[in-house]
Structures are given as structure tokens and as C-alpha cells.
């Protein structure tokens, strides 16, 4: 299974952009694909998650600014970006959570590879 994220770039504060990702592989289903973001030398942590249900989670920085949405049906994940602030600048890497794949009743993890937002003026 494999994660494609594309959508970063250079914008200006306020300015929005849209990040997308798409998962292909031998895929059962799978249940949480979310969004993560880091800055060098901090922790990655969770900007958005929504399950295969429409149930989605926010970090609070995101709340009111990003809109998360999903198609079950092409495993891809997007995520709107408002508003956005100097301090949103980060690598942002798309995760799929709870993946079951043709052939196993394992469940696993996958990442996609990061890609640069950076907002400046």
C-alpha cells in the first residue's frame, strides 16, 4: 500500500490550499485517514482525522480553519486549508490508520510522504 500526498507550496498568510492523498494498494478498506504536520525538531502531531464514517477530529489550531473530507470509494483524503498562519508552516503527511488489506485480517499503518506548506509573506 502505498500513500501519494501532493498539494504544498509557498502562500501567503490567509491565503488557503489544498492538500490531497491518495491511497492504492491491495486495499480492503480502511478505516481513519488523517493529516499530520511537523516542524524540524518538534513532534509530528495530528492537524485532522475522519473515519470511513464521516466521523471527523480536529486539533484545536485547526478548528474553524481546515475542513477534512474523504472518498471511500477512491481512498483519497483531502484537507482545505483556510486562513492560514506563519505558524501553520510545517511538512504535512497524510496517514492511513486501521488499513486491512486483501489477504490478512491484520490491521496496519501506513504514511505517505511529507509535503512542504509554507506561509510567508
Known amino acids: 500500500v502505498q500513500l501519494q500526498a501532493s498539494g504544498g507550496g509557498l502562500v501567503q498568510p490567509g491565503g488557503s490550499l489544498r492538500l490531497s492523498c491518495t491511497a492504492s494498494g491491495s486495499i480492503f478498506s480502511i478505516n481513519v485517514m488523517g493529516w499530520y504536520r511537523q516542524v524540524l525538531g518538534k513532534q509530528r502531531e495530528l492537524v485532522a482525522a475522519i473515519t470511513s464514517g464521516g466521523r471527523t477530529n480536529y486539533a484545536d489550531s485547526a478548528e474553524g480553519r481546515f475542513t477534512i473530507s474523504r472518498d471511500n470509494a477512491k481512498n483519497t483524503v483531502s484537507l482545505q486549508m483556510n486562513s492560514l498562519k506563519p505558524e501553520d508552516t510545517a511538512v504535512y503527511y497524510c496517514?492511513?490508520?486501521?488499513?486491512?488489506?486483501?489477504?490478512?485480517?491484520?490491521?496496519?499503518?501506513?504514511w505517505g510522504q511529507g509535503t512542504q506548506v509554507t506561509v510567508s509573506s
Open positions: 496517514k492511513a490508520d486501521k488499513v486491512k488489506v486483501v489477504g490478512s485480517t491484520y490491521e496496519y499503518e501506513f
